[in-house]
């Protein structure tokens, strides 16, 4: 298949083994900030094959995995509503609340839908007028730009029965909490390419620049994320820390310009709660006042919300890259995804997930500061 074949060529992915490992005078800990990139690493077995060059630690960047309880509680409390069509990608189905799931609310008699697309969502409330349909619109810049025209079309519709759940959040906000955090032991991200598809890479200079961190945008096949590798162990070699793009074929500096003015009208940046993370300000986006009417947490005023996370979880530090999740005692015994108790098991993208379908159950030992 074009354009992924060749991404996947084992020759070229020797090749650039052999640079990074050539390249490192001492074992590098790189963090992928997205959820794709982290599965795609374990498929294809790249954090074994760079051994002791480079330790990957996997980011934030799980939609589901950083939805935080309350909102999922808010959305169960709205989708068990009578009058209430809950339409949802189907990922979010078995993420966990403080009780129950969305899926037992479809149990107990709750309309919750699977969608594909926002504009789903907003078809459905075309052909049902007489009932409120919720969309729950979560995720990254990635997914901004369709549910945002999902509210234009609503609103060019004249839909008085469409509204949105929203729980955007945004990836550059999330590393600067890393990397302000004193126990961060990151020293080069790789971030989103399909993220910087849509927003460009023009907001990570003024980050590298102040906390001296190379970024690299890098995309989800082998030779693109060796790529993004390979840049980001040459410059922490060469002491240089730059923003860098390595996935040239799908992203420029500026990004998709029409997407970003569809999303600027409709949100607009706020303050946002990350699971296991806490409160990154500035992080999230909410309905603009001229869409303020399409806002499901308004719409639905939902009170008496009292949340209960895990207390043994530590998807919070897996996720900010402090841990492993074969750190966590119930990893692959008591937690598992027939049995998950904590987002980062749920969700398909989740870092647990991954490492149980690839089976990474024991931690990699490379020492420190080697010659490799
Ligand atoms: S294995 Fe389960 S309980 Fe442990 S951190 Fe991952 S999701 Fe949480």
Redesign the pocket.
Known sequence: MKYVEEYRDPAQVQKLLGEIRAAATRRWTLMEICGGQTHAIMRHGLDELLGEAVELVHGPGCPVCVTPLEMIDQALAIAARPGVIFASYGDMLRVPGSGKDLLTVRAEGGDVRVVYSPLDAVKLAQANPDRQVVFFAIGFETTGPANAMAVVQAKALGLNNFSMLVSHVCVPPAIEAILSSPVSRVQAFLTAGHVSAVMGYWEYPPLVEQYHVPMVVTGFEPVDLLRGIRAAVRQLEAGRAETENAYARAVTLDGNLPAQAVLRRVFEACDRQWRGIGLIPMSGWRLTPEFAAYDAGQRFAVTGIITRE?T????GQ?LQGLKK?HD?????N??TPAT???????SSE???AAYYRYRRFVPQTAPENVHV
């Open positions: 895990s043994v979880c530590i998807a897996i999740p966590c005692p119930l990893f692959a008591q937690c998950p108790l904590g987002a980062t098991m749920v989740g870092a647990c």
